[in-house]
């Protein structure tokens, strides 16, 4: 499928809502190329994309999609633990982006921690809502408690963190972090997944780890052997 295409069909926007992918198809950044042999700053691709955006560039939405969609719906799922709720906080927080673009600052923070905030502060008022509803009795946890919001708060902060250091990368390593960290896949499966020999998935997944080397040390992470 053409970036065009994809484009045309991510950035509808009709009654309010988004007509968005699945999110077990992966895409990332079709319609902006960051070319990582060039050293392109994947940042200052965002910073440009979002600049169209603010200006009613829906096709510029489809590409900002086409790079975080498939993150922001794997953190939302990381917080609230339900599919269709990731799904639902994925459109909300490309609805808001595509509303508050022209507000971003690039001076105050980078798009990337900009995306993955309205990502989680989405996620964290599902969670809040869903245990304001009546829980039936089939859904009560085992000890008789939902998880606490702070918990869940932390572990959602911990998931901005390194979808923000994440989003440094050039696409092949963003590629393979993003299954392995947000959609716990082994390096076997990302590289099934992918179509790619294991150990091309093994030296991408080190070199990334070796990019986010702080990060990476704060967060308990390590780099494959």
Not at 80 to 94: I, M, R, V
Request: charged letters at 25%; proline letters at 5%; hydrophobic letters at 40%.
């Amino acid at each position: 499928m053409g970036g065009t295409g994809i484009g045309a069909q991510m950035a509808t926007l009709a009654s309010g809502t988004i007509t968005r992918r699945s999110p077990g198809t992966r895409a990332y950044n079709r319609l902006v190329t960051v070319d990582a042999e060039a050293m392109v700053d994947p940042t200052d691709v965002d910073v440009a994309t979002l600049s169209r955006i603010a200006s009613g560039d829906q096709a510029a939405l489809g590409a900002l999609y086409d790079r975080y969609g498939a993150m922001v719906f794997a953190l939302a799922r990381r917080v609230t633990g339900d599919d269709q709720a990731a799904e639902e906080c994925t459109q909300d927080a490309f609805l808001a982006v595509w509303r508050s673009a022209a507000s971003f600052d690039p001076a105050r923070s980078r798009p990337s921690t900009w995306i993955c905030t309205i990502a989680r502060n989405r996620a964290l008022d599902a969670v809040r809502a869903s245990q304001r509803r009546p829980t039936p009795q089939d859904d009560v946890q085992p000890d008789g408690h939902e998880p606490d919001v702070a918990d869940v708060a932390e572990a959602a902060d911990t998931a901005v963190r390194v979808a923000e250091a994440m989003a440094k990368l050039p696409p092949t390593q963003f590629e393979v972090l993003q299954l392995a960290y947000f959609d716990d896949l082994s390096q076997s499966e990302v590289a099934d997944h992918l179509g790619l020999p294991l150990g091309t998935v093994k030296s991408r997944m080190r070199l990334a780890m070796n990019r986010m080397r702080t990060v990476a040390t704060e967060l308990g992470l390590e780099a494959p052997t």
